[in-house]
């Protein structure tokens, strides 16, 4: 499967984005989708998961409140909808896939990965 992420761009400290990841292959419902985001210089971070198996979304503590993951299988695409952004939100952000169930929170749980896109939140 191809991902391909877009929606990042300049926003204010207590704006919103919502970032879409367009999946290209096979139908996202199939695949378990996560988000992450990468500061450079640092770890790859999980912000949000969704299991293809209907199990709970996951959310990183930074996300909870705040960022809402979904997926719409008739564009065959997962979302990442952010409110509330603050500047420590600044990252690259990347989609991802896998076929497995479960661990969504883990980045080595994906064996597909987008290109990202990039989210400024200025103060």
């Known amino acids: 499967v191809q991902l391909q992420a877009s929606g990042g761009g300049l926003v204010q400290a207590g704006g919103s984005l919502r970032l879409s990841c367009a999946a290209s292959?096979?139908?996202?419902?199939?695949?378990?989708m996560g988000w992450f985001r990468q500061d450079p210089g640092k770890e790859r971070e999980s912000v949000a998961g969704?299991?293809?198996?209907?199990?709970?979304?996951y959310y990183a503590d930074s996300a909870k409140g705040r960022f809402t993951i979904s997926r719409d299988s008739a564009k065959n695409t997962v979302y990442l909808q952010m409110n509330g952004l603050k500047p420590e939100d600044t990252a690259v952000y990347y989609c991802?896939?896998?076929?497995?169930?479960?661990?969504?929170?883990?980045?080595?749980?994906?064996?597909?990965w987008g290109q990202g896109t990039l989210v400024t939140v200025s103060s």
């Open positions: 991802a896939a896998s076929s497995r169930s479960g661990n969504t929170w883990l980045k080595e749980f994906y064996d597909y």
């Open positions: 969704v299991s293809w198996d209907g199990g709970s979304n």
């Open positions: 292959g096979r139908t996202v419902s199939r695949y378990s």
